[in-house]
């Protein structure tokens, strides 16, 4: 929405409809610019036939399952003319409480993960790509009850493909009740994310011939 409130066309991937209907809602009374919905996932586009080929002056993919290997980064690529915008989580979801209660569950500490930002930068470097990176963390801290903060965490346990039967609940519970007796959990979430801007046609940092001094 902002790249067409400000003049441009934009062509939106949005296979999920529920947000399809939120977009087309969002886009009435649009006075600058224009917004084409194309209610397909990405995967089963076929860039040729749609002609799709270098199209488009800025691709925008962000959070996105789209990217799952190198192939699916270079169908990504192929569409952009001059700028490639791509973000992805750096490491695992972070959540304080879930971190708590891991080894009671487990019987192990939680393990940190690399996912595909790390990936991906490493090829886009190894294929001779110009590309200007960035990693932040971000975090949220948020206060609720105990009761809250249960229905959660068991919610994150199915996440991460553990059990959330009656036996964790029941640990979970226990722990909760000992570690938060006020009632008041804390908890902080977030995680590091990383955001990549792959330069297509101006390949070079400045814009024109830089001339540098001669010694």
């Not at 009656?166 to 902080?188: C, F, G, M, S």
Request: aromatic residues 10%; glycine residues 6%; hydrophobic residues 40%.
């Amino acid at each position: 929405m902002p790249f067409a409130e400000r003049g441009a066309s934009v062509t939106s991937v949005e296979p999920s409809l529920p947000l399809v209907e939120l977009l087309k809602s969002n886009i009435t009374g649009l006075k600058n610019g224009n917004v084409e919905i194309v209610a397909e996932p990405f995967e089963d586009i076929d860039i040729q036939a749609k002609g799709w080929e270098k199209a488009f002056d800025f691709v925008f993919v962000s959070m996105c399952p789209v990217i799952v290997d190198w192939d699916s980064v270079e169908k990504v690529l192929s569409c952009a003319r001059q700028y490639c915008y791509i973000s992805l989580s750096v490491g695992s979801r972070e959540h304080s409480l879930v971190k708590e209660i891991w080894p009671l569950v487990t019987d192990q500490p939680m393990k940190t993960e690399h996912l595909e930002m790390a990936y991906l930068l490493h090829l886009l470097y190894l294929k001779g790509y110009s590309y200007q990176s960035l990693v932040t963390r971000e975090m949220k801290s948020t206060e609720v009850s105990r009761d809250t903060a249960l229905q959660e965490v068991m919610e994150w346990l199915r996440i991460f493909g553990l059990t959330a039967d009656d036996q964790n609940r029941k640990i979970i519970a226990n722990y909760l009740e000992r570690t938060y007796p006020t009632d008041k959990v804390v908890i902080q979430q977030g995680g590091r994310f990383g955001k990549v801007l792959i330069q297509l046609k101006d390949q070079s940092m400045y814009t024109g011939v830089q001339e540098f001094p001669h010694k």
